[in-house]
């Protein structure tokens, strides 16, 4: 059965008319408005009627064809996801940018079976598979090989994620500037005593944040203990706690002595909050959490502290780097890093011995 506009109208409690001017990319809309309609009718599998598309295809004819933007962000079933809330906003940027640019957008959401096979045409967006799209943005981890196979396709821009030896521009992240933030807070409250525990250390964004854990470590004048620095990638997933054996060594430390823990992202932060009151530790009187990656009081009980991120000008700033490149192909890939944004929140305290 074919979606229609009234059922994305019921979906998001919005009026027909406003779903019909947001899927024209009105400007009488406010861009998260659109972002929101967009994104549910990529969900839905909405289409055009035959008419419809018959009439914009004889007055695309008409005129210059305009250029489409692609958006890939992968498929989530979890309405509590962190990547719900962060990839909506990412998403109202890149709208609002698109308008502003008189680019059109499309959106398409990434199954997980189909991420690491995008370069295969049968696993493609059909205007992708097309040649219709003049770019393409990004978002999630995808892996080296699909980010170089899609970025000979297309220009791309890739957001939150970087893939070194390819001619692809980001938008990410500073990460120096981020988990600095953090270690100087906990430093400038008396901890001494600072773990890391990472995770995903295939990727970039980890790598990075666990580099400038170690280079703070290195200006606030703390040494380097590879003890209390841990990479969980294989104990500790998006969606699952963490095993017993690494959740005793966590406990363990910390009743040794480490007062706080910095970790990759919140949501890594908010799973070991659950770890560590369960064993009986008190956050914040007995040890100090924080990570990456805010998500609004609703997705985090408790308020985490953290560095957040402007993602709506993450958004924006993609818009305009995928459309240099289409522009000037050959220019010097260009990396955009924001400093993000200190939460502060409840998660945090000076140590017991202070």
């Known amino acids: 059965m074919s979606v229609s506009q009234r ?17 024209r990319n009105s400007p009488e809309i406010p861009p998260t408005t659109r972002a929101q309609v967009i994104d549910a009718a990529a969900k839905l599998g909405y289409r055009l009627s035959p008419n419809r598309q018959q009439s914009l295809e004889q007055k695309n004819a008409s005129q210059t064809r305009s ?30 940018a698109a308008q502003a640019s008189g680019a059109s957008l499309a959106v398409y959401h990434v199954p997980l079976k189909d991420r690491d096979h995008l370069d295969d045409p049968n696993c493609q967006p059909v205007a992708m598979r097309d040649g ?31 893939t070194p030896g390819l001619h692809v521009d980001c938008v990410e992240l500073d990460s120096e500037m981020a988990i600095g933030q953090l270690m100087s807070k906990l430093y400038g409250l008396g901890h001494r005593r600072i773990g890391y525990l990472g995770g995903w250390s295939d990727q970039s964004h980890a790598q990075a944040r666990f580099g400038a854990y ?33 959740e005793k060594r966590v406990i363990a430390l910390t009743r040794q002595g480490v007062t706080a823990w910095v970790t990759t992202n919140a949501h890594l932060a908010l799973q070991w909050h659950t770890s560590l009151t ?18 609004p009081n609703a997705l985090s009980v408790p308020d985490m502290t953290s560095v957040d991120l402007p993602y709506a000008e993450l958004g924006r700033a993609a818009v305009d780097l995928v459309l240099r490149r289409i522009k000037c192909p050959t220019a010097p890939v260009q990396r955009i890093g924001y400093q993000g944004i200190l939460i502060e929140g409840k998660t945090i305290a000076s140590p017991r011995d202070n």
Do not use: W
């Open 214 to 246: 170690v280079q703070s470590l290195v200006r606030l004048g703390l040494p380097f203990d590879p003890v209390i620095s841990l990479d969980l990638l294989d104990t500790f997933g998006a969606e699952k706690q963490a095993d017993h054996e690494t």
């Open 7 to 23: 059922d994305i109208a019921m979906e998001l409690n919005l009026s027909v008319a406003t779903v019909s001017k947001s899927l």
């Open 132 to 162: 219709l799209l003049s770019g393409l943005i990004l978002y999630n981890y995808y892996p080296p090989e699909i980010v170089r196979s899609l970025s000979m396709l297309m220009p791309c821009v890739h957001v939150l994620h970087r």
């Open 278 to 295: 369960q064993a009986g530790l008190r956050v914040p009187q007995d040890v100090s959490l924080c990570g990456i990656h805010g998500q």
């Open 67 to 96: 250029l489409q933007i692609g958006f890939l962000v992968q498929s989530d079933e979890s309405s509590n996801s962190p990547n719900v809330y962060s990839s909506s906003m990412v998403l109202s940027g890149i709208s609002e």
